[in-house]
C-alpha cells in the first residue's frame, strides 16, 4: 500500500511538472526568423502540415507539442487556411488563437474604373501582396483560364477594390473581378430600358466601356450614352475618340492626330458604322447603368468644356458654336 502511494505521488509529481512545463512552452516566445514573419497556411492542411509550413516559412514552433495544445484547446481540426503574420514576441498560445480564429492578414488591390487590362495587369505584375501566376502568360491563355470568349480581357473584370489573403494568386483575384462583372451585368441588362439598340449584353458592355472613358463628370453619363445610342439608332458615326485611341494601341503617343482618325482599324469609329467589336476598357457600375438607361433626350453631339463637364447639343449647328466656344476660344 505504501510502494502504490510512493508512485501515485511520484506520478503526481511528474503530471504536475509536466502541466507547468507546458504551460510555461504554451506562453513563452516562439523564436522567429525575422522580427516579423509572414505565412500562408494552404486550404485542408492538417494541423502538422501547417506546423511545417509554418517551419519553412522561419517560425521556430514544435509540430507536436503545438498537437498536444491544440488538442488541449479543442482546436486541432479547427485551424483555417490563410496569410498570417506574427511577430517577435508571439507565444504558441497566441499563434494558436490566431489559426483557429481565422486572423488573416489581407492584401488590397485597387482595380480602376476606365483603365484597359494591360493597365491592370502592370499593377498586379507589381503587387507585392500576390503570387504571380499569370507570369509568361499571353492575354488570351489568362482569358481562356477565365472562360473569356476570344483573347481580349478588357470590359469583362469589374472594377473595385479588392481584399484579398497575402501571396494567394493574381489569376485568383482576375477570377474574382470577371465573375462580379458578369453577375453585375447580367442582372443590370435584365432591368434594362426597352428597345434599345444592343443586341446583347455584350454590346451593352461595350457600350459602357465607350462611355467610361467619355466622361468626365458622373452626371454626365446618362446624356453621353444618349447621344451613343441616338446615334446608333439613326445610322450615324459614332465618332469617339477613345475608340481610336485603343485600336492604336501601344503605338499611340498621348497626340491623337487627324490621321489617326482617317486611318482605318476596327476601332475607328470614324470610319466604321455601329460599335466597335470590343470593349475599350474597364467600365464601372455606373457607366454600365448609364448604357442601359440612357438620358431621354434627342442630343446628337457633345464637347468637353474644359472643366471636367460636356456641352450636349441636338444639331449640327449647336455642336459647331460650341466647339467654337470651348476648344477654340471663340465667343
Not at 295 to 302: G, I, R
Amino acid at each position: 500500500m505504501r510502494s502504490f502511494l510512493k508512485y501515485f505521488l511520484f506520478l503526481s509529481i511528474l503530471l504536475a511538472a509536466l502541466i507547468r512545463a507546458a504551460v510555461w512552452w504554451a506562453n513563452s516566445p516562439i523564436a522567429l526568423r525575422d522580427a516579423t514573419v509572414d505565412f500562408r497556411i494552404t486550404p485542408k492542411s492538417s494541423l502538422r502540415s501547417a506546423a511545417m509550413q509554418m517551419q519553412e516559412a522561419g517560425i521556430g514552433i514544435n509540430a507536436d507539442l503545438l498537437a498536444l495544445l491544440a488538442r488541449w484547446r479543442g482546436v486541432a481540426t479547427g485551424i483555417k487556411a490563410g496569410s498570417y503574420s506574427v511577430k517577435q514576441g508571439v507565444t504558441p498560445e497566441q499563434l494558436l488563437a490566431k489559426l483557429a480564429r481565422g486572423d488573416v492578414t489581407q492584401g488590397e488591390a485597387l482595380l480602376v474604373e476606365g483603365w484597359t487590362f494591360r493597365q491592370w495587369r502592370t499593377r498586379l505584375d507589381q503587387h507585392p501582396d500576390l503570387k504571380h501566376d499569370t507570369q509568361g502568360l499571353s492575354e488570351a491563355e489568362i482569358a481562356a483560364r477565365l472562360g473569356i470568349e476570344g483573347a481580349r480581357i478588357d470590359g469583362w473584370l469589374l472594377p473595385d477594390t479588392y481584399l484579398f489573403d497575402k501571396q494567394s494568386s493574381d489569376l485568383e483575384l482576375l477570377a474574382r473581378a470577371h465573375r462580379a462583372m458578369r453577375n453585375k451585368l447580367e442582372v443590370a441588362w435584365n432591368q434594362r430600358e426597352a428597345n434599345l439598340p444592343y443586341k446583347n449584353p455584350y454590346e451593352a458592355l461595350i457600350m459602357a466601356s465607350i462611355v467610361e472613358k467619355e466622361t468626365g463628370r458622373g452626371d454626365d453619363r446618362a446624356l453621353v450614352a444618349a447621344v451613343f445610342v441616338n446615334r446608333l439608332r439613326k445610322g450615324m458615326l459614332l465618332q469617339t475618340d477613345p475608340t481610336v485611341i485603343y485600336g492604336l494601341g501601344e503605338t499611340f503617343d498621348g497626340n491623337l492626330r487627324k490621321r489617326d482618325l482617317q486611318t482605318d482599324t476596327p476601332y475607328n469609329t470614324y470610319t466604321r458604322s455601329g460599335l466597335p467589336p470590343s470593349p475599350i476598357a474597364m467600365p464601372g457600375l455606373a457607366a454600365i447603368q448609364a448604357a442601359l438607361h440612357p438620358a431621354s433626350s434627342d442630343v446628337l453631339y457633345f464637347v468637353a468644356r474644359g472643366d471636367g463637364s460636356s456641352q450636349f447639343s441636338r444639331t449640327l449647328d449647336e455642336h459647331n458654336k460650341a466647339v467654337s466656344k470651348y476648344q477654340k476660344g471663340g465667343k
